[in-house]
Nanobody, 116 residues
Framework: QVQLVESGGGLVQAGGSLRLSCVASGSVFSINIMGWYRQVQGDQREQVAIISSGGITNYADSVKGRFTISGDNAKNTVYLQMNNLKPEDTAVYYC??????????WGKGTLVTVSS
């Protein structure tokens, strides 16, 4: 099992920045990919950014150039630096981890609210 704990959400004005953190614990040795998804109530959860254990990243088109995902393998932590935030970025952000064999794990989520 893998446990994920997110932190760093909050309220920010449009144009501002936030950094989300996610610490993984438990059976982290076989995690291949970690990342962030977000969900607005009533909508489907969407991928925001992911990073592989080798450092390869992928971003949703809506956040390219504004968000940066990074990882610290020694700390089992993944970060999401969010700059130039927009009201449409408002959502609950979930940390995720994927292991070989198709297992996936999710955090409880952290709310990001961007006011106009």
């Amino acid at each position: 099992q893998v446990q994920l704990v997110e932190s760093g959400g909050g309220l920010v004005q449009a144009g501002g920045s936030l950094r989300l953190s996610c610490v993984a614990s438990g059976s982290v040795f076989s995690i291949n990919i970690m990342g962030w998804y977000r969900q607005v109530q009533g909508d489907q959860r969407e991928q925001v950014a992911i990073i592989s254990s080798g450092g390869i990243t992928n971003y949703a088109d809506s956040v390219k150039g504004r968000f940066t995902i990074s990882g610290d393998n020694a700390k089992n932590t993944v970060y999401l630096q969010m700059n130039n935030l927009k009201p449409e970025d408002t959502a609950v952000y979930y940390c995720c981890a994927f292991r070989g064999g198709g297992s996936s794990y999710w955090g409880k989520g952290t709310l990001v609210t961007v006011s106009s």
